[in-house]
């Protein structure tokens, strides 16, 4: 049976509530693998029927391990429009598996930590998150939970190339690890093209919040490795997380920068964004995250006491569309969804306010 | 001995503090009468000698009188060019008498609500205010005072023309009567320039809150009488009284018609600026204006129980340059007025929510 949508609306989404190391710069990491397996063509080639069979077999395997938590399951086609928007904006599907009309699945942990997309580009992508800098911790996670799967599951493995993927580009480790990066400070001083640049010649890649072209929201970036072949995952994780550390040391710089040499504007700027979300009656999605990304640097100056640095975190979820419209309970068109947008902010920020 | 500057800026300003008719939309009603002293030449013809023998002339006449209050008496030969912007920010003196170096004095109640610049254009001219629409009463009160000054002081009077001054627009009764109106609704539904010309039409004058040349800062306009002449006292206040109570009526049309018709716009037009008075950082007087103009706006929609209507009042005037250094206890650059205003917007806005 399918489970209800509602299942994860009403939860905390511990990648955002939890703590974790960094938190006032480093959102999340993120450890995503591709694996296939055997006897069945790679989901782009393969027949419904066939489709099917790998959901069952992967359903089996995680059904009939003890070591593993309970999973949440969706079924694809059996799930609305808005409902896979809303696992979008939750990242916990990507934009080609919400559009697909093959038979798929995902199966996720109640908290969120962990989720399998079947029969996306690959038979299994499995992603683990938490919240912070935290990308060796993540990696035994899902390590573990990958060689469980391992002994139930035939993946396809090349002793010479690794796991084989779909798409060339992810065969070996078949992984991508990522952490989103808060970078409020390298843009408001201007020198976060610099630190692209800089990042992309080593060859790692920097994305937006959900993926390409949505570089600048909320200036959240998402610096992941690019290749996964010839090297160990990690050494992998290895080289991104010594990337990591330095660009968030380049992020304290410029913080600390900003406020030693133009601390008025620097307030100004935090304070006007917590005065717009707090009290705005119309929120578009582009002022709202701008807002937050302030309001978030704010708070981890410690400028806001009574706000919780998770409420914002989650607050950047849930003002996008599928979950406005989830929360307020029917659709709603876009000047809808800005009245709406800004009564969910509103409420959440004076219930923060109410807390303390 | 002159006064000390301080006496005013510690006090209520009355005509700010207390309540008074349709004072959701009418901040003040002022009317000022043009005196002169026989044997004396007008101000611009005359001797500084002349000058300092009228300023002795008016002191003893309402020193000598019982029924009058005491006076605040500042030489504007011996005060600060600071000091002389805070009484023309406060509406004391006008800014022609500011710039003035032959001698003057200014004498004024210590609740502002009375006053006379001795020697600006004319020898006397004295000003009676008070909160909200109340031209009748403002009338009874200056008229009675004049009554008891003319039968210490020679008016120049001539009984075909009237009193004589020195400039012959205020020839006959010498009277100027005014009402501050606060038009935010007119402005957003641009009904304002439509409004402003039919008031031209019937003989009226629109200004700014501070003269000529300030006409839509904080969406605060002043209605004056044009001309002196041909009417008594009472029908040029009655003429005046109607047509600012059909203004009154188009203002409060014109928001119920927002509120209406597009809530949301104007519930955010309120929000954000409530939201950027209580939290920005650096705040210059035109952004301040405004957003002033937005909150009182929505504290008399009932929208802000917390903020006071005559803490929004207060700050229409303590927001100018002079009030600002004079709180600040030093002199402050232009960058540094909008940090200061800032600082005390908030403060006082803060200082509003306490203490509900």
Redesign the interface.
């Known amino acids: 049976m399918n489970s209800d949508i509602n299942l994860l609306l009403n939860n905390k989404v511990s990648w955002l509530a939890d703590c974790g190391p960094s938190e006032d710069i480093a959102i999340s990491s993120r450890i995503r693998l591709a694996r296939n397996l055997e006897g069945v063509p790679f989901p782009p080639h393969a027949t419904p029927a066939q489709l099917n069979e790998i959901i069952n077999t992967v359903e089996m395997a995680v059904q009939r391990n003890k070591e593993l938590e309970p999973f949440l399951k969706f079924k694809i086609g059996e799930t609305s429009d808005l409902d896979k928007m809303v696992m979008f904006e939750r990242r916990l599907i990507s934009r080609e598996f919400m559009e697909k009309s093959d038979p798929g699945e995902l199966l996720v942990t109640a908290d969120e930590s962990f989720g399998i997309m079947v029969n996306e580009e690959d038979h299994l992508r499995m992603q683990f998150m938490r919240s912070g800098f935290q990308l060796k911790n993540v990696w035994q996670e899902i390590n573990r939970i990958d060689d469980i799967l391992s002994n139930q599951l035939p993946y396809v493995f090349n002793k010479d190339l690794g796991f084989l993927t779909s798409c060339p580009t992810n065969v070996g480790t078949g992984i991508r690890a990522s952490v989103m990066l808060h970078l409020p400070g390298l843009v408001l001083s201007n020198q976060i093209n610099a630190v692209i640049q800089g990042v992309s010649k080593l060859g790692l890649v920097v994305r937006g919040i959900f993926g390409e072209g949505t570089q600048n929201l909320g200036n959240l970036y998402q610096v992941s490795n690019q290749s996964t072949l010839g090297e160990s995952e990690e050494q992998i994780i290895e080289r991104l997380g010594n990337v990591i550390t330095q660009i968030i040391n380049h992020e304290k710089n410029a913080r600390r920068n900003l406020l030693e040499t133009n601390q008025?504007?620097l307030?100004?700027h935090v304070?006007?964004a917590?005065?717009?979300?707090?009290?705005?009656?119309?929120l578009s999605s582009a002022e709202a995250l701008d807002s937050l990304s302030a309001l978030r640097l704010g708070v981890d100056m410690g400028m806001f006491s009574s706000v919780d640095i998770h409420t914002v975190n989650e607050l950047f979820i849930i003002i996008n569309p599928a979950h406005l419209q989830k929360y307020a309970g029917k659709e709603l068109d876009s000047s809808e969804r800005d009245?709406y947008r800004?009564v969910l902010v509103r409420e959440r920020l004076k219930a923060s306010d109410r807390g303390k």
């Not at 917590?274 to 119309?282: D, P, Q, S």
């Open positions: 008025p504007f307030l100004n304070g006007r917590y005065g717009t979300l707090r009290h705005a009656y119309i009245i800004a």
